[in-house]
Nanobody, 128 residues
């Protein structure tokens, strides 16, 4: 079992920044590839960013490239999502997810079904 707890969401003006954190427990963190997804009201959950076990492999959805940065601190068992230049369209519940099955240390995963554990989500609201 892996427990994931997101934090850092909130209300921000357009153009502002937030940093989301996802603290994990229950499994050796360096053996887990991580991802961030989001879900806006009335929409399906969508991929935002992913990071490999090593941290060397990262991938972003096109709509966040150049604005969001995913990173991880294996010593702190935490993955982060730095969100800059926020737009009202970024308003959503943000979820972190863990891929615990075997895979290369530099592999990242972008599909919902690749992940087997999910956090409870944190709300991000961007006002114009």
């Amino acid at each position: 079992q892996v427990q994931l707890v997101e934090s850092g969401g909130g209300l921000v003006l357009a153009g502002g920044s937030l940093r989301l954190s996802c603290a994990t427990s229950g499994r050796t963190f360096s053996r887990i590839a991580m991802g961030w997804f989001r879900q806006a009201p009335g929409k399906e959950r969508e991929f935002v960013a992913a990071i490999s076990r090593s941290g060397r492999g990262v991938y972003y959805a096109e709509f966040v490239k150049g604005r969001f940065i995913i990173s991880r601190d294996n010593a702190a068992n935490t993955v982060y999502l730095q969100m800059n230049s926020l737009k009202p369209d970024d308003t959503a519940v943000y979820y972190c997810a863990a891929h615990t099955e075997s895979g290369g240390i530099d592999y990242y995963y972008i599909e919902y079904d690749n992940y087997d554990y999910w956090g409870q989500g944190t709300q991000v609201t961007v006002s114009s």
